[in-house]
């Protein structure tokens, strides 16, 4: 079982960057499809980006991509979202999730370990 901790959220101007961190402990992430998710103001949780269990085969919703990346260093056990040229529809909390039982997934009932989330507020 693995437990989850995303750090990294913040205040930031349209246009800025922020770099997400979802810290691992209890097992290693090289046996986990990860993926980032997020939760708009008003609307349900929404799929952002998926990292393979592989660590090379990657996924992005269509509003994120060519913006965001999302990686993985398997030496420190964490997952990152890189998130560039923020917009204000960007501003939620970022939550990370570990799927076992699957190596790539979009959907939410893939996967079976969540983190806390982080909040990430984009400001024009």
């Known amino acids: 079982q693995v437990q989850l901790v995303e750090s990294g959220g913040g205040l930031v101007q349209a246009g800025d960057s922020l770099r997400l961190s979802c810290a691992a402990s209890?097992?290693?992430?090289?046996?986990?499809?990860m993926g980032w998710f997020r939760q708009i103001p008003g609307q349900e949780r929404e799929f952002v980006a998926v990292?393979?269990?592989?660590?090379?085969?990657?996924y992005y919703a269509d509003s994120v991509q060519g913006r965001f990346t999302i990686s993985r260093d398997n030496a420190k056990n964490t997952a990152y979202l890189q998130m560039n040229s923020l917009n204000p529809e960007d501003t939620g909390v970022y939550f990370c999730?570990?799927?076992?039982?699957?190596?790539?997934?979009?959907?939410?009932?893939?996967?079976?370990?969540w983190g806390q989330g982080t909040q990430v507020t984009v400001s024009s």
């Open positions: 999730a570990a799927a076992q039982r699957t190596q790539f997934a979009t959907q939410e009932d893939r996967y079976d370990y």
């Open positions: 209890g097992d290693s992430l090289i046996n986990y499809g």
């Open positions: 990292l393979a269990r592989n660590g090379k085969s990657t």
